[in-house]
């Protein structure tokens, strides 16, 4: 058999080239494709898979604010929890009543805590029970 004239060689590898050109060119494009499709929902026939009983519970553990008892707790606890825990003011040392109700006014105008004029008072009063001293 004669060989190959280098022409033939040379074209030969183009046809080769190009044919590996071609078979990537597709496998991207169908990959591409199958990438796109949108997947299917799961079959609605499957049953809802049953839980075994179990005698386990999940108790979740409770921290109630440890709040004595006294004249306009509510309040307190409603007014005085927005931004802090009670803990806060429960860690203080006992003050009097002038400077409870400094404190409790700072949390209003400084800031910014919603308390009507009224409720300041009544929530001093109740600190004074908390942590209240005499002047
Ligand atoms: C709008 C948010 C807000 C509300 C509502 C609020 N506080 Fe505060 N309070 C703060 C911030 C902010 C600080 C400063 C916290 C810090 O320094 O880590 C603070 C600090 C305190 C402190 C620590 C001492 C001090 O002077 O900083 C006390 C006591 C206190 N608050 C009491 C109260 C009481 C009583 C109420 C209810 C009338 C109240 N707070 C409501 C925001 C608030």
Redesign the pocket.
């Known amino acids: 058999m004669a060989e190959a004239s280098p022409i033939q060689h040379r074209t030969r590898r183009g046809v080769l080239v190009w044919t590996l050109l071609a078979v990537a060119v597709t496998t991207a494009i169908a990959f591409d494709a199958l990438r796109d499709r949108p997947r299917l929902p799961p079959p609605e026939t499957e049953a809802p898979v049953e839980m075994p009983p179990t005698d386990r519970a999940f108790v979740l553990p409770s921290d109630p604010p440890d709040l004595p008892l006294g004249p306009h707790r509510e309040e307190?606890a409603v007014?005085?929890?927005?931004?802090?825990s009670t803990r806060?003011?429960a860690n203080?040392p006992h003050f009097p009543q002038k400077k409870?109700a400094e404190?409790?006014h700072?949390?209003?105008a400084v800031?910014?805590?919603?308390?009507a004029p009224d409720?300041?008072s009544r929530?001093v009063e109740y600190?004074m029970t908390m942590r209240g001293r005499p002047e």
Do not use: N
């Not at 007014?79 to 802090?84: L, R, V």
């Not at 800031?111 to 308390?115: E, I, M």
């Open positions: 307190f007014s005085c929890t927005i931004c802090h806060l003011v203080q409870w404190i409790v700072k949390m209003v800031y910014g805590a919603p308390l409720d300041e929530i600190l």
